[in-house]
């Protein structure tokens, strides 16, 4: 499916505090995965086919379970790129790609969520929940299981952790990132690559904000200060592109850039 969406920001309305919820353990009925892309042409193909098998592992596990398993989307947006990458999406099955020209990732975000939980009464938001990628991540075929395992045990929010691809780092630069990370620990880092959040309270949030980078930390701010439930997991990493120069001044990228030695990368 493929759209062009209105040049807007859709932003519910922020509230002081959390919406009431029928429960925090909540059932997840809707899983609403929503990630932005600009000029990803070589990278797009790799995150839409690991979405696609997370989400064919996740059905196959319910189907064993003989358990009624909950409606899995994905929508990609694709801001202001020149380049194939949305073309190519639309060459994967059931994936929505929607299409705007702001060059601004927190609008991606908000529009693709606004996107996904169109049709969802806003009395069952507390049963939705919102993915988040990116588009030049790839992520392991247990990351829907994982994060829907959390919300049942009641979480609000999952902030998940991430690995470079060290095909895109020099053997300096992997030693560093082994130096500074140990398997299997959360770290409690904010990435968009690897954020979950229950949609009612992504809506009390006020949603992603209209930034040019970090919309996904100023998002987990907001809802840690309205005292939402948060969870970091390193349960289901997910591998992101090691490139040093993102499509934003700052990001995974620019972090990348800065604290691996300062030392190149190797050109892909």
Do not use: K
């Not at 759209?3 to 909540?26: C, E, G, I």
């Not at 193909?45 to 398993?69: I, M, N, V, W």
């Not at 939705?128 to 991540?137: G, K, L, M, Y």
Request: hydrophobic residues 45%; contains cysteine; glycine residues 8%.
């Amino acid at each position: 499916m493929s759209a062009r969406v209105p040049d807007a920001h859709p932003r519910p309305f922020a509230t002081s505090r959390l919406p009431a919820s029928p429960s925090p353990f909540a059932p997840v009925r809707s899983f609403a995965i929503v990630v932005p892309a600009r000029n990803e042409e070589l990278l797009i193909a790799q995150c839409l086919t690991a979405l696609g098998l997370a989400r064919s592992s996740t059905e196959a596990s319910f189907a064993e379970l003989g358990a009624p398993c909950p409606h899995i989307s994905i929508t990609l947006v694709v801001d202001n790129s020149v380049d194939d990458t949305a073309r190519i999406a639309r060459t994967f099955p059931g994936v929505d790609v929607l299409e705007l020209d702001r060059s601004n990732v927190g609008v991606s975000r908000a529009l693709g969520v606004a996107h996904a939980l169109r049709s969802l009464r806003p009395q069952l938001l507390h049963t939705a929940w919102i993915a988040n990628t990116d588009a030049d991540s790839a992520v392991p075929s247990n990351w829907i299981t994982s994060q829907l395992a959390l919300a049942a045990a009641g979480a609000d929010v999952v902030i998940g952790t991430v690995r470079p691809d060290f095909a895109d780092l020099t053997d300096a630069q992997v030693a560093r990132w082994r130096e500074t990370h140990t398997p299997g620990t959360a770290n409690g880092h904010v990435h968009g690559a690897n954020l979950g959040v229950r949609a009612s309270v992504y809506v009390a949030a006020g949603a992603f904000d209209s930034l040019a980078e970090h919309e996904d930390v100023d998002l987990v701010a907001r809802l840690r200060s309205l005292g939402a439930r948060i969870v970091a997991s390193a349960d289901a990493e997910v591998l992101t592109s090691g490139r040093q120069q993102g499509r934003t001044p700052g990001g995974y990228a620019g972090y990348l850039r800065n604290n691996l030695l300062g030392e190149p990368a190797p050109s892909r």
